[in-house]
């Protein structure tokens, strides 16, 4: 666990593994740092325990090979739970489900933390079960006590304060820092917010989320199936509000065809894909990168589409405002790629102030416009106008067959057509001129680029920061806006030796930049295991690409 400054990552290796029976230490041992603790449950290591978990010896800890590289603390977690709520009422079952909370007490031991905020969080979680409450607030002050009262010589945390700006923070993750900034894109963008979904993990929080917000206007739709879900989006957008559709992989499959319509179109959509490990059913609770391919390319015929990556926890609320403006504004699809891991992953996030982010303009159609045509574009961003359904004069038709460039009607025209497909593209290629430049981190003298995309973020950032610590000359560059690619990309490629792209896929990203600038090599660093990467990974990986 990573706590204090520059908090990037979870860290590859624990400082403390609880383990509450002999196949839980077993499988978890190899993760825990040398010399760190490990809090077992001694009561459940009985011989029979570690049979049932194939153990061939009676001695579990030389066995996994940590009687020498870990702080063993035996605890006899079970029965100190039992004694402690040995008058409370509840059935063993019951109490058994407080052991971890016993464990958590003994934690907040071992780290030096008060217990008020895990008392404020139990208490929220069981308001309707105040004999669950008190149970639970019992046995983690009988964690918390027994710390206090170990006679054994163990290793104790001080956490670092983190540098963070001066604000008003709360705890998100991913997925709910995701359904906020599509409600203040909602807010700064006067359009009603629609989501229209199906359940799926590991999106379906979004759904949750949005779905608790009536009281701030939000509209939100479970439909019967992903093409649905897509569908209803899209008649909201032409009806006048910010839609949305949530997935992950396999749903992105099926809305496909309706994303299509969309940008046949020419409405405003932000289709939300929290990745996971694929294909098929695949891995649903793992985190992939892997649906890069089919954001950018999976649908029928020429269908240019924005897509967008968030970066972290946090990233997902900035990203999820970024999306919705840009679709707005560009009157486009807008696909907004995160991932399982910064999608359950969390941090802490500072509610942003009055001012902070920009008002969002969608582009009506203009006052006093006598001569207006469905087709009629904004001249900087070749955006059409939005017209609104049951607005005086502006009675229109969309539909997925091909529309002429001016007036709408449905045209087969040959010309007409690939002067529609090029407009199209070139709609979301002016994108470009309205998003950031990719700004380079690191050694200003670097031969080597590191590149990373969505949630690689801060496996990267650390990786970069131990390798410059070490004396390499590196720096890092991260892509949240992937489709198009800032305009300064080819620039900031070619300044470098090194150009290396790790992404937890077989290289979907290292192609697209390949793609786009066959001039510079770009190397790899994949892994597809359904697990991030560990910093340790990238470190030997781009180790070894510097020194060939």
């Known amino acids: 666990m990573h706590i204090g400054k520059g908090v990037h990552t979870p860290g590859d290796l624990a400082d403390v593994l609880v383990a509450m029976n002999p196949a839980a230490l077993k499988r978890h041992a190899c993760f825990l740092k040398k010399g760190g603790v490990a809090i077992v449950d001694i009561d459940s290591f009985k011989e029979s325990d570690l049979k049932k978990a194939l153990y061939e010896t009676n001695d579990p800890f030389h066995e996994i090979g940590i009687d020498n590289t870990a702080q063993i603390v035996e605890v006899p977690v079970t029965s100190m739970v039992k004694n402690a ?25 071992l780290f030096d933390r008060p217990l008020e905020s895990a008392l404020h969080l139990l208490k929220n979680k069981f308001a309707k079960k105040p004999a669950v409450y008190e149970a639970n607030a019992k046995v983690l002050n009988a964690g918390y006590d027994y710390g206090h009262n170990i006679h054994a010589s163990v290793s104790t945390y001080r956490i670092e304060t983190g540098d ?26 006067g359009r009603p917010l629609y989501l229209g979904s199906y359940p799926i993990t590991p999106a379906t ?38 839609a949305v559709t949530t997935t992950s992989g396999p749903g992105l499959a099926l809305k496909s065809e309706g994303i299509g319509l969309a940008v046949m179109a020419e409405l ?18 793992k985190t992939e990168q892997t649906d890069l391919r089919q954001a950018i390319y999976g649908r029928n015929g020429e269908c240019p589409i924005v897509v967008l990556a968030a970066a972290s926890p946090v990233d997902c609320f900035h990203m999820a405002f970024e999306a919705a403006r840009i679709a707005i504004e560009h009157m486009t699809p807008v696909v907004l790629l995160s991932d399982a891991f910064i999608g359950n992953g969390s941090s802490a996030f500072r509610l942003p102030e009055e001012g902070e982010y920009p008002e969002i303009k969608p582009r009506f159609v203009p006052d006093g416009k006598s001569d207006w045509h469905p ?123 090194h150009v290396v792209v790790a992404e937890l896929n077989l290289g979907q990203f290292a192609d697209f930049l390949q793609a786009k600038f066959p001039n510079v090599l770009i190397r790899r660093i994949n892994k ?8 340790q990974e990238l470190v030997d990986g781009v180790t070894k690409i510097m020194e060939e």
């Open 268 to 285: 405003p959509l932000v289709i939300v894909d929290v990745q996971r490990g694929g294909p098929s059913t695949g891995l649903p609770t």
């Open 375 to 497: 087709y009629d574009r904004d001249e900087n961003t070749k955006a059409r106008y939005w017209a609104i359904p049951g607005t005086p004069g502006l009675t229109h038709r969309l539909g997925g067959l091909e529309k002429d460039s001016k007036t709408g009607a449905i045209s087969t025209d040959p010309e007409n057509h690939e002067k529609m497909v090029l407009l199209r593209q070139e709609k979301v290629d002016r994108v470009a001129f309205d998003i950031p430049d990719v700004e380079p981190y690191g050694d200003a003298d670097a031969d080597t680029l590191v590149i990373g995309w969505g949630g690689t973020f801060g496996h990267i950032h650390e990786a970069v920061d131990d390798l410059r610590a070490a004396g390499k000359k590196v720096a890092m560059a991260h892509f949240r806006y992937i489709n198009p690619l800032p305009k300064n990309t080819g620039e900031v490629l070619a300044r470098y030796k």
């Open 85 to 109: 709520l040995a008058e409370s009422g509840l059935d063993l079952k019951s109490m058994l489900r407080c052991r971890n909370i016993f464990a958590l007490g003994l934690v907040c031991w």
């Open 528 to 535: 597809v295991q359904g697990q991030p990467f560990l910093v």
């Open 164 to 189: 963070t700006r001066p604000g008003t923070y709360t705890d998100v993750n991913g997925n709910t820092a995701t359904a906020w900034g599509l409600i203040y894109a909602s807010e700064k963008s």
């Open 205 to 242: 929080d979004i759904l949750h989320e949005l779905a608790k917000r009536k009281d701030l206007g939000v509209k939100a739709c479970q439909m019967e199936d992903e093409i649905a879900g897509v569908c209803s989006a899209i008649g909201a957008a032409f009806a006048g509000d910010l």
